[in-house]
Structure formats: C-alpha cells, structure tokens
C-alpha cells in the first residue's frame, strides 16, 4: 500500500516538472521581440521617391471679393452694370447725384478764397509797415521837395505823422495866370502871344501893373452872348499872388476892349507835401503862407520807441500770417473735402472682376455706409483648409500643395500656400489653422467657386531614396529597430528565429503615413519580418525627419 502510494506521488510530481517545463519553453517562445511563425510577413526595403504631406479639405473660392460701400448718402441716378458684368478697376458702375451738395461747397471755397485774397494784402501792408518802421531814423528834418508859398500845414507840434500821410501844399509862385472873358466878337484878332498888361484892382490909383502874355483863348457861351475866355500867364512877385483882384484889357482891332468882369489871379502849379517819413512832431519850422525854396526844412520828427514799434509791428506781422495760413489750411480742407464728394458721387470698381449682389436702381435713396454690390476678382482662385495643430509648425508659406476635386475626375491641379492664420480656432476641444492655398492662373479657369477640394500640402519630399513600410519600423527606447529576415530561416522553415539575433538597430529620415525613409542599417533588396502579433513596442508615428 505504501509502494504505491509512493509510485503515484513520484508520477505526479513528474507531471508536474514536465508542465512547468512545457509553461518555460513556451514563455521562452513568446519573449520580446519573437513571433508566432503563423503569422510571419515580409517587407522588401525598396529605392523610391517618398513625399510627406498636410491634407485638408475646402471648398473653391474667389481669390479677393470687395464689398463695395456708399461714403455719401443720396440718390442713385444711374447704374451702369449689372449682376454678373466683368468691371476693371476704376469703371464707374454707379453714380448718385450729390449736385446740391457739390455746388454749396464749392460756393464755400468761392467765399474763402476771397476772405484769403483780403488777407494776403493785409500781409503785405504789415511787411511793408515793418520795413518802413526799420527804415525809420530816431530824429528826422522833414525837408520841402519843391519851391513856392506854403498854402497848406497840417501839422502841429506832437502829431504823429504816418508814412504817406497828406501834410500841407506848396504853390509855385514863379509863374501866376488870370483868366478873364470878353466878347468874342469883339476880340477876334487876339491871337496866342500877345502881350499885356495886368492891373492890381486895389492899387489902380498908383498904377501897379506888370506885363503878361495870353497863352489861351477859349470859347464859350453864356445865353445868347459868344464869350471867349482868356488866359494870361505872368510871372510871380509880390502883390501878383493867387487870389489878387486883377484885371487887364486886350488890344484888338485897334481898339483897346476891356474883359466883361474882372478876376483873381491863380496858382498855375500847386504841389501836395506827402510825408515819407514816420514818427512823433518834436518842432514845426515854418508857418502857412510862408515862401520856402527846395529842401528847406518844414518840420522835425522824433522817434523815442522805435525798438516797441519794430515789435509790435514784428508780432501785427505774424498775426496776420498766421491768420492767413490758417484760411489757406481751411481752403486746403475744403478743395479735399469737394474732391471727395466727386469721387464720392461715382461708385468705382476697386477691382477688376465680376460684380455680384448688385443691391441698388436708379432712383433709390441710399444712405452713407450702405453695401452696394460685390466685386470678386476671377483671375485667380484659392481653397481654404484647415490644418490640425499639430501639423501647422511644418506649413510654411510658399510650399506647394496637390489638389483633386470629385467634380474633375480625380485630376492633380498644383496650388501653392498663400497665407497661414495667425491664430487658430478651436472646435470640439480640437485645435487647427485656416491656410489658403492658391491656385495658378490656368488653373483658375477650369475650376468653378464652390467645388469641394482634397488639398495635400507637400511639406517635404525626397527622390529616389531607401524605403520601408513604416509598420516593420519599432522604437526600443531611443533607438529604432527591424526585425532582419536571416538567410538561415531558409534552410529550417521550421525554426524560431531568436528575437535577440535578428532584431537590427537602424537610422531613419523622413517618414509618412506609409513608408519611412532608411538612412544606415539596411540596403535595398534587404528584407524584414513584420508580425501581426507585434510585442510591446511602440509603433513610430508618421509625420516627419525622425530624430
């Protein structure tokens, strides 16, 4: 009984070590980095071209669309396109009648240059008050520019006498006349020339004459009467003054006729004295009625604040300068604001292209700010997409981008990035970047707005290089590795190839969604072994240079 009960726990405990030992080698078989042969495949390192790209999708669209506003409000009063017309830049598409407007600024530019033309010659009399007060000396003799009886002064002694001022006159008594009239009938041989004598009428009684000579004779009418006025010219001396009572009688048919009245002998010539000098009356010299000769002194002027009349005079200048650029800076405004309004009564094309959401007639009142139409420039078009965040570092401006659309067949149209957004938007927790990509010019024409696109943007590439699919590629820690197909696998279908003998590190460049670049560690022809029942290694992410 105890022999076989011992016989019985030595087959147990046989059992036992030889299931332990099937549990080891099958552990052994399953370590990292081995596979289950059912499920062994082959991948070939090849030479080919690999292109890592960003997709997106969007839909066509025009390059640039204006939105067209009213800066005036007003009528229309005419509209020269329609929805759909094609427009350069510049043509008038609309026109609104701001003719009131117009004409009421212009009105206001007409009163404002006119105000401006008044000021300028306020500018020059304070210049040349300015140079005239420079020029003036602190003591002056006022000097008599002519000879002759002072028969007018003015001026008194602490007047202050202006530049251009009127002060007095002198008459020039060198030479008197007298014009008296006779009957024409009776004078009719008196000719120019003839001399004769000229009586003082107060000093008849004494005989005071003086010898004249007639120098006219003029003819007038007074009733039925012919009179003929004549003038006698003699020289100047005294008691022969302007305004002596004189007479004198003509010699003609040798008959001695006497004028019908006598008369008062006058000034021939009679001088105004304008002062050009300025300044305060410190002496007058001479008294009215005196007889002065050429350059003898009539009056002093003194001049004891010339520095505080410079000043005021300096600053009376700047104010009315000052006033005048102001106006010239409101005519300024105002010529800007008129052009303006022209440019605003026509409604300009700001682009060439197709107008569209032509919202206006003739006739309707439109108010500034209003939007009036579109206009879409269709030399180009672009398709926005957006890009997940994660993808945006490597979008660069300028990088070219393969396009399809379902509408064209699956055919490849090349576009290029125009613009990245600045900042990006985010959508169920999920973050991405608006990038436009532009298309060309030929291509634009065969591309309707509004198709849906798949955008592929080709961030980098690179031709004829080493290739491996990408899930034959592990990363163990920092390095990544290949499980090398050995050429003894061969020669013993049945064999387990050992993890530790065929695992090989590698270095890797670019990578895509497909297939990873092989810099060092494997040649082309070369193959690796990919297990579906893959060990814990992380698979490497497709994007871009592995480092």
Known sequence: MKRTKKIIIIAI??????????????????????FDSSNLAIAEVIRGDLKVTVSGNGQAEFSEKKEIFTHASGEISRVNVADGDYVIKGDVMAEMDLSDIISAKEDEIKQLKNKIDIQNLNVKEQARNLDDIRNTKESITVTSPYSGILSELTVRVGDNMQTDQRFGAINDNSKVKITLPFDKNKITTLESGHRVYVY????????????GEVVSITNSQDGGQVIADVEVVLDGKEGFEAGANASFSVLAHDTVVPPLRTGKI????????ISSERGRVKEVLVEQGDEISKGDAICVLENKNIDLDIEKAQ????????????????LNRLKEELEDLIADS?????????????????????????????????????????????????????????????????QIFEGTVDKIAIEGINKWGVGSFEVVIRLSE???????????????????EKADTLLLPIEAVRKIDDLYMVNLKRTELTESPNAVPSAADNMVPIKVGLASA?????????????????????????????????E
């Open 13 to 34: 405990a046989i059992a036992v070590l030889l299931l332990i030992g099937k549990i080891i080698i099958d552990a052994s078989r399953n370590l990292p980095g081995e």
């Open 266 to 273: 006058e000034w021939i010539d009679s001088h105004t004295l």
């Open 200 to 211: 003082l009428i107060d000093f008849l009684d004494k005989d005071v004459k003086t010898l």
């Open 346 to 410: 026509l409604i300009e094309a700001p682009i060439n292209g197709v107008v569209s959401n032509l919202f206006i007639e003739e006739g309707d009142d439109i108010k500034a700010g209003t939007s009036i139409a579109v206009v879409s420039s269709d030399s180009e078009l672009v398709i926005p997409v957006e890009i997940d965040e994660l993808d945006i570092a490597e979008v660069k401006e300028g990088l070219p981008a393969e396009i399809t659309l379902d509408a064209l067949g699956r």
């Open 514 to 546: 497909s297939y990873v670049e092989i810099l060092e560690g494997l040649s082309e022809g070369d193959e690796v072994i990919i297990t579906g029942q893959g060990p814990n290694y992380d698979y490497m992410m497709p994007g871009f240079y592995v």
């Open 315 to 330: 600053y009376a200048l700047e104010g009315a300068q000052l006033e005048l650029d102001i106006l010239n800076e409101q």
């Open 442 to 460: 030929s291509d634009s024409k065969r591309i309707k707005p509004g198709m849906s696109a798949n955008v592929e943007i080709i961030v980098s």
